[in-house]
């Protein structure tokens, strides 16, 4: 008796096993990379500042340094737009880039102006007066591996700022999409 009754908890015992596996169900998908060649973003060493010349301390209306460079307005005589080199595969690149740069005086003091940047872009360097404005999150694509980006911006009037020179950094990002 002991014996048909072990055989058969050993019965029931396997049948659970079975149906607890059958319960089991699996799944897989494919993983996949593309390889395309580095991306490189390299600041020209013609253009490499943004630069809005000599200001007055009451400047009577918005400094506009166009990133096209055809329409300037309350600048100094003396300006320059940065410009920025892409270089990769002929695909889609991610710009982003700071909504605005604090320009802090130099020298120990505590004033501060805001910058807000005007980027426009192109796949020749020879058409920054024709590039189209690209916004922060926006996608350009390459073009025989190459993009150009030009950095311009604005100040909002001046009103009794403080003398001396401002400084402040400009920050960009590119990448894949």
């Not at 897989?28 to 000599?54: K, P, R, Y």
């Amino acid at each position: 008796m002991k014996t048909i009754l072990k055989s058969v908890l050993t019965l029931a015992l396997a049948s659970g096993l079975v149906l607890a596996a059958q319960a089991q169900k699996a799944s897989t998908a494919q993983a996949s990379a593309t390889i395309l060649a580095d991306l490189t973003i390299d600041l020209d060493v013609t253009q490499n500042a943004i630069a809005f010349g000599n200001l007055s301390a009451n400047t009577p209306g918005n400094v506009v340094l166009d990133a096209n460079g055809t329409s300037n307005l309350n600048t100094g005589s003396v300006t320059n737009v940065a410009r920025f080199d892409l270089a990769g595969a002929d695909a889609s690149v991610t710009v982003s880039y700071d909504p605005t740069v604090t320009l802090t005086i130099t020298g120990g003091g505590t004033a501060t102006m805001v910058m807000t940047p005007q980027v426009v872009g192109d796949a020749l360097s020879t058409n920054q007066s024709g590039a189209l404005a690209v916004a922060s999150g926006s996608q350009v694509t390459l073009s025989s591996g190459l993009y150009f980006l030009w950095v311009g911006g604005t100040i909002p009037q001046l009103n009794n700022q403080t003398t001396g020179s401002y400084e402040g950094t400009f920050n960009i990002n590119v990448e894949y999409n």
